[in-house]
């Protein structure tokens, strides 16, 4: 089983401790969104003027929305995926077919060529003989 691990991260200028089954790494890269997702509200005029549940109000449904974006565009992605998939499946069969369709026509090739030999020799003895009974 993975261990926990336990953080400290500063948020909004307080210090927290975080604890995750995830990385330090991973648990440092989330406080760092949350402090970009402030630093985004203070800079708005009217940040300053909302009392602070409002603002953690706001700023959750925020980061919510951003969540749901990315979640919508994960999902976009894999069904792009998944059509590029049965499409370069699709070109994979059409490839099999056309190349079965090549070596018959080949093979249809190389039979004519056999019957045209066999008639220009046939041509060539009659020929022959024609000019034999002259």
């Known amino acids: 089983m993975k261990n926990m ?6 948020i909004d200028g307080r210090k927290y401790t975080i604890r995750g089954f995830e990385s330090e790494e991973y648990l440092h890269r989330i406080a760092t969104y949350i402090n970009r997702k402030f630093t985004e509200f203070k800079k708005k005029e009217y940040y300053h003027r909302m009392d602070l549940d409002l603002r953690n109000v706001l700023l959750a449904i925020n980061i919510a929305d951003d969540y749901y974006k990315a979640k919508k565009k994960a999902s976009d992605f894999r069904e792009e995926c998944e059509m590029k998939d049965k499409l370069v499946l699709d070109m994979k069969h059409e490839i099999i077919t056309l190349q079965e369709q090549l070596k018959h026509s080949n093979e249809k090739i190389d039979e004519l060529e056999g019957s045209l030999g066999n ?5 060539v003895e009659l020929e022959t003989r024609l000019k034999q009974k002259k």
């Open 119 to 123: 008639a220009e020799k046939k041509i």
């Open 5 to 10: 691990n336990d953080t400290d991260v500063l």
